[in-house]
């Protein structure tokens, strides 16, 4: 069946460097959406991307959809110990079926 | 404040017991789900309701018994659970089902369920 993989699972990093998170679908998807679920916490809705090729920007964050519309990124600028926590990306199976998430890239950040 | 409450938060079971948990939305939306998180599958999809229907049920064993009674209610019933089933239970919500109408989940904080 579908599936959503997600690259790295696990990142450490010192703080002030960069990040990045790389989500591949086997098939188109309409929409990728990313998460972010802190320790402890649940996962909050970061964003929806839904045009090929697409790029957003949330301050230090910048998100990608690929013209395929098969893979997304999501890129940290320099990051701080704010950062810290899994981020998860999820895309919906064709039809009327429920969003399919990656298994999720825990970022460590090392102050 | 998600918007989606869940109760307990914690709840400690032995493998005899019957117990639920509880989630409520108060966003209006029309799909609610029920994940399972552990170590293992990160974000492990359970069951899924549209508009009070349920819609999907993945392989899930039958100790476990989701209900719906109304859009702003779901409630997962557990019986003789294994020590394994131990895990953070996850409600959400969406707009609606499917494609790019689904838009945002919102998930509550979660209970987390420890079966001795």
């Known amino acids: 069946g579908q599936q959503v993989m997600q690259i790295p699972q696990y990142q450490h990093v010192q703080e002030g460097e960069d990040f990045t998170t790389y989500c591949n679908s086997s098939?188109?998807?309409?929409?990728i959406q990313w998460y972010k679920q802190r320790p402890g916490g649940h996962p909050v809705f970061l964003i929806q991307l839904v045009k090929s090729g697409e790029v957003k920007k949330q301050k230090r964050l910048t998100f990608q959809f690929g013209e395929a519309k098969k893979n997304s990124s999501l890129h940290i600028t320099a990051t701080q110990t704010t950062d810290v926590g899994t981020y998860f990306c999820a895309g919906p199976l064709p039809g009327n079926t429920p969003l399919v998430f990656g298994k999720g890239t825990r970022l460590s950040v090392i102050a | 404040e998600t918007g989606v409450t869940q109760t307990p938060r914690h709840l400690v079971m032995g493998m005899t017991n019957k117990k639920s948990l509880k989630c409520e939305q108060h966003l209006g939306h029309n799909a609610m789900y029920w994940y399972k998180q552990s170590a293992k599958k990160p974000l492990e999809l359970m069951f899924v309701y549209s508009l009070e229907e349920r819609v999907e049920n993945n392989s899930v064993p039958s100790r476990f018994s989701p209900e719906c009674p109304n859009s702003s209610h779901l409630f997962l019933h557990l019986h003789t659970l294994q020590p394994e089933d131990s895990a953070l239970y996850l409600c959400?919500?969406?707009?609606?089902?499917?494609?790019?109408?689904?838009?945002?989940?919102?998930f509550g904080e979660g209970s987390r369920l420890t079966v001795l």
């Open positions: 959400a919500s969406s707009q609606d089902l499917g494609g790019t109408n689904t838009g945002e989940l919102f």
């Open positions: 098939t188109t998807l309409s929409n």
